[in-house]
């Protein structure tokens, strides 16, 4: 691995260690709102009847939120992987000096690492499907 690689990947584990930290918080902030909420006395605000119907119509036929994300998140790693893919093969196809070398064996490592993000993916997919 190079110099280059070990950098990227170090500050690839910062941010996502920093994504972690902020996801906890975002958690704990549900969590105190959910609390309060139960605390607060809020009237209950009637609908008018058309459009309450309106809303329960509208919201049987669009996606839970949960969904969206997830395909939204498993089409971006999908085109990532596969522009990653294009983009070794350029590489491999263009360099006379054949520095860029690896570049096969670095487009397998993507697509078993893609494998598994697949599988990760469908596995919090149902996850989620089963707590919603």
């Given at each position: 691995?190079?110099?280059?690689?070990?950098?990227?990947?170090q500050m690839?584990?910062k941010?996502?260690?920093?994504?972690k930290?902020?996801?906890?918080?975002v958690?704990?902030l549900?969590?105190?709102?959910?609390?309060?909420?139960g605390?607060?006395?809020?009237?209950?605000?009637?609908?008018?009847?058309?459009?309450?119907?309106l809303?329960?119509?509208?919201?049987a036929?669009?996606?839970?939120?949960?969904?969206?994300?997830l395909?939204?998140?498993?089409?971006?790693?999908?085109?990532?992987?596969a522009?990653?893919?294009?983009?070794l093969?350029?590489?491999?196809?263009?360099?006379?000096?054949?520095?860029?070398?690896?570049?096969?064996e670095?487009?397998a490592?993507?697509?078993?690492?893609n494998?598994?993000?697949?599988?990760?993916?469908?596995?919090?997919?149902?996850a989620?499907?089963?707590?919603?």
């Open positions: 691995m190079t110099d280059y690689q070990q950098i990227t990947r690839g584990d941010a996502a260690a920093a994504l930290r902020a996801e906890d918080a958690a704990g549900g969590h105190n709102v959910g609390e309060a909420r605390k607060l006395n809020v009237p209950h605000v009637e609908l008018p009847e058309p459009l309450a119907k809303n329960k119509t509208a919201a036929k669009l996606p839970k939120a949960s969904d969206i994300v395909a939204n998140f498993e089409l971006a790693e999908r085109l990532l992987a522009q990653k893919e294009v983009t093969k350029l590489l491999a196809a263009t360099d006379p000096g054949g520095s860029s070398e690896g570049a096969d670095e487009a490592g993507a697509a078993t690492h494998a598994t993000r697949a599988k990760r993916a469908a596995t919090t997919k149902k989620a499907t089963v707590t919603s």
